[in-house]
């Protein structure tokens, strides 16, 4: 099992319409996670962390289930700017800083 | 506030020669991991440095790449010798005193290998 996996999609979705991306991990003693959205040929950036049950920001909300060793990530009223590749992120090996990305899952929001 | 800093932002090389790659840190950041995003893959962990100091490389490559983070100046990720397997975008990302803090990603220096 790879240490995270993630939906392949691609999704493709109308302006305003709810998505959501699920993520497995493997290690079970990781403590924190990451969603990151990566737009095509740039870098990564931070879009939440997730370290206890889930959070919520805005049209983003991330949870995540420890016994199912599952995160997901649900966008509400997609908006065009939300197009991008969603990183699913979580530290490594025993560490607090070796992130592990998953491949990523690719939205697309279509006008 | 500038964020993290990489140039050259795209580096074209034949095989044989050497890449160099740079990267400042964020102000007032103290540590810098090295990232390698392969095509169609995800990012993979390089190495962690602190000023003067490598504290893991357990991602790089045994052989041609090294990395350092000088007391002056920025930190460089070298490979010697490339092949074309080394194409790639490079992110270097830093993160502020405390290792648990949130990571920040530069703009990647993307290398072509001839």
């Known amino acids: 099992r790879k240490e995270v996996e993630q939906d392949p999609g691609p999704f493709n979705v109308p302006e305003g319409a709810t998505v959501a991306f699920n993520c497995t991990y493997s290690n079970s003693a990781s403590q924190s996670f990451f969603w990151y959205r990566q737009d095509c040929r740039k870098e990564p950036k931070l879009l939440m962390s997730?370290?206890?049950s889930g959070n919520e920001d805005g049209r983003f909300t991330a949870q995540l289930n420890r016994a199912s060793q599952y995160i997901s990530l649900l966008i509400r009223d997609s908006k065009l700017s939300d197009s991008a590749t969603y990183l699913c992120?979580?530290?490594?090996?025993?560490?607090?800083?070796?992130?592990?990305f998953g491949k990523g899952t690719l939205l697309t929001v279509n006008p | 506030n500038a964020g993290v800093m990489q140039n050259p932002r795209h580096l074209v090389r034949r095989r044989g020669q050497e890449a160099r790659l740079r990267c400042s840190p964020m102000k007032g950041h103290s540590h810098v991991y090295w990232y390698r995003q392969l095509p169609e893959e995800g990012l993979k962990f390089m190495v962690y440095?602190?000023?003067?100091?490598?504290?893991?490389e357990s991602g790089m490559p045994k052989e041609r790449f090294s990395a350092e983070f000088p007391k002056e100046g920025p930190s460089i990720l070298r490979i010697q010798q490339v092949v074309r397997g080394d194409s790639a975008a490079y992110f270097c990302a830093s993160a502020a005193p405390q290792p648990t803090d949130t990571q920040y990603f530069g703009p990647g220096t993307r290398l072509t290998v001839l």
């Open positions: 997730v370290y206890s």
């Open positions: 440095l602190q000023k003067e100091n490598i504290i893991d």
């Open positions: 992120v979580s530290p490594s090996g025993g560490s607090n800083y070796k992130l592990t």
